[in-house]
């Protein structure tokens, strides 16, 4: 998992550090300007990458990681 923690794009980061602060993906769409669609692709893609089966468990693995706080 550690190779592919390092393949989490800037954006993927963001969607997490914001899911983690307890924002939905439409309040992340209204916060950030980002279309939902690429709110979708961040989280889709960070859940994939971080080998989660869910958001809860991205945010999880991610801050384990020390990749978000």
């Given at each position: 998992m550690a190779e592919k923690m390092n393949q989490l ?61």
């Amino acid at each position: 998992m550690a190779e592919k923690m390092n393949q989490l794009d800037a954006l993927e980061l963001r969607c997490l550090a914001l899911a983690a602060r307890g924002r939905s993906r439409q309040e992340m769409v209204c916060e950030t300007d980002i279309p939902m669609e690429r709110i979708n692709r961040a989280l889709d893609g960070a859940m994939r990458k971080l080998q989660a089966g869910n958001l809860a468990e991205a945010i999880f693995r991610a801050a384990r990681l020390h990749l978000i706080s």
